[in-house]
């Protein structure tokens, strides 16, 4: 298993063991993809959230690489998924989940954009 789907994995067992029920991983709609779609069990926000895989923090943190045009690609996903799941009204969030292989730790960012 390589870093990405390692760190996935990571981040919806840190998500589901802080409160999320996980509804989908790697959830797609045409090219654009949501690497966790989660629901809060007490507040009912609906969580799109991007993770992100690194070892260490050379080239910034791992949250630095959603970029503008990256938002705008999960933007357009969880639009889709809106649609496609007739949920139109759902009061939702972008979140981005930092794993970090080495040491081991996961910073979860609510509401990074």
């Known amino acids: 298993m390589n870093a ?4 996935e994995r990571l981040a919806a067992w840190y ?3 802080h409160g999320c029920r996980i509804l989908e991983r790697n959830w797609r709609y045409g090219r654009y993809e949501i690497d966790i779609v989660a629901r809060e069990r007490r507040t009912g926000v609906l969580v799109f959230a991007e993770v992100k895989t ?9 949250a ?3 970029t503008a045009q990256k938002q705008l690609f999960l933007t357009r996903a969880a639009q889709g998924y809106l649609k496609i799941r007739r949920d139109p009204d759902a009061i939702t969030r972008f979140d ?3 794993v970090y292989t080495k040491p081991l730790h996961i910073v979860h960012i609510p509401g990074a954009f």
Request: net charge positive.
């Open 4 to 7: 990405g789907k390692r760190g």
């Open 15 to 17: 998500l589901f063991f």
């Open 54 to 62: 690194r070892s260490n923090t050379s080239f910034g943190r791992p």
């Open 64 to 66: 630095d690489a959603v």
């Open 96 to 98: 981005v989940v930092e």
